[in-house]
């Protein structure tokens, strides 16, 4: 490795212009499954939710991740995906299909559930519009988890 591209590694690892954000960027978006309990079914994309609106993350950005605030699904543990994508509602694109595996929180406080983390940033430009779906395993009912989509700027 030369010692140009060390250095451009630990620049961006020690911060630079590099900025993470999650979005939306106040509560989360509720993911809601397409049907009930065992049948991993995707809603349709003219229903996908919304978790961003066209013009306002900076172009260009790229997916890093997803996190899960809260999981509403009935069963104490469940299994599921979240997909991501941009564009147009009803001509969405999908960009990335991360798996999920949460529990339901108890009378004793939320369980803390760490960001999942895409192995590589998916570039994206224009400030579309970025949107999510779920699907899930039997247990989970449907009615989804909260999230938000992590974003990071200053890459190139």
Excluded: F
Aim: proline content about 4%.
């Amino acid at each position: 490795m030369s010692d140009l591209m060390v250095r451009s590694i630990k620049n961006a690892l020690a911060g630079g212009s590099v900025r993470y954000q999650s979005w939306p960027d106040l509560a989360g978006v509720a993911l809601i499954s397409a049907v009930g309990d065992g049948v991993m079914v995707w809603h349709s994309t003219a229903t996908s939710i919304q978790v961003v609106a066209a013009g306002v993350v900076a172009s260009p950005c790229w997916i890093v991740g997803v996190s899960v605030l809260q999981s509403t699904w009935a069963a104490a543990t469940t299994y599921g995906e979240i997909r991501v994508g941009t564009g147009a509602l009803a001509a969405e694109v999908w960009l990335a299909q991360l798996p999920v595996l949460a529990g339901v929180e108890t009378a004793v406080g939320l369980g803390m559930k760490a960001p999942i983390w895409l192995p590589y940033p998916i570039k994206v430009t224009g400030s579309p519009r970025i949107c999510a779906s779920i699907r899930n395993s039997t247990g989970g009912l449907i009615t989804g988890c909260t999230v938000k989509v992590l974003t990071c700027t200053g890459l190139d």
